[in-house]
């Protein structure tokens, strides 16, 4: 191309490729800083050579590793250098270890002889919200909460109290509202590749954070240990 193209010829142009992209789309990747044509004397964005060539690695980004924007503004530095930053692929446990359907609920009764909580204890944990009944049935309890309530019991031991428990749970919840974020395209999408995708991404995260928490905390402890 010798001269700039107008926005409606970038989009036929680009259409066979990317059937879904219209006037709209491409005014929206400017808006938020992705991509930057020139102005002609009139006013009118004029698309040249390398413009048309960056808007199409922003689309194929999001076509096919379904990536959101902040993640292509990061990786577009090293586009223009010519160094392609690789998507990561998920090397953590297989998504079905993480989603496998839950098992069995138990009632309260049943929570207390699984974890050998005192019905004081459970309370205690219950109104710190560290263990958490299902939503609509009070008196039952999920597979994931009674593994939460058998390692609650073992701290609980050693003298602590719900109260001091709850930071915990408030830990697991914030990382799975950055985990949410980091997928909330790939949850969007709603296609099969998508949300395979946002489960592999999910469960390689989940995987990373437990062990960083692992190793950090193992880290202070020595420390602690060390001291004089």
Avoid at 13 to 36: A, M, Q, Y
Avoid at 90 to 116: I, K, W
Wanted: aromatic fraction near 4%; glycine fraction near 6%.
């Amino acid at each position: 191309m010798s001269e700039g193209l107008s926005i409606g010829e970038v989009i036929t142009l680009l259409k066979d490729e990317f059937p879904d992209l219209t006037v709209s789309k491409v005014r929206f990747l400017e808006g938020r800083g992705l991509i930057n044509p020139s102005r002609s004397a009139s006013g009118y964005r004029s698309f040249s050579d390398e413009d048309v060539a960056r808007l199409r690695y922003i689309l194929q980004q999001q076509r096919d590793h379904f990536l959101p924007l902040k993640v292509i503004k990061s990786k577009l530095t090293m586009w223009e250098r010519g160094e392609e930053m690789p998507v990561p692929a998920p090397a953590g446990p297989p998504p079905e270890q993480l989603f496998q359907p839950a098992g069995q609920e138990v009632d309260r009764n049943e929570l207390r002889r699984l974890t050998g909580l005192s019905s004081r204890q459970l309370s205690d944990l219950i109104d710190n919200r560290v263990v958490r009944p299902e939503e609509g049935t009070p008196e039952r309890y999920s597979a994931e909460e009674v593994a939460v309530a058998t390692q609650a019991q073992r701290l609980l031991a050693y003298g602590l109290e719900g109260r001091h428990l709850r930071s915990v749970r408030i830990s697991s919840e914030r990382d799975a509202e950055l985990l949410e974020a980091l997928t909330a395209a790939l949850l969007r999408a709603r296609n099969p590749e998508a949300r395979q995708r946002a489960a592999e991404t999910l469960a390689a995260c989940a995987d990373a954070i437990a062990k960083m928490r692992s190793a950090a905390l193992s880290e202070q402890l020595r420390a602690l240990m060390a001291a004089e």
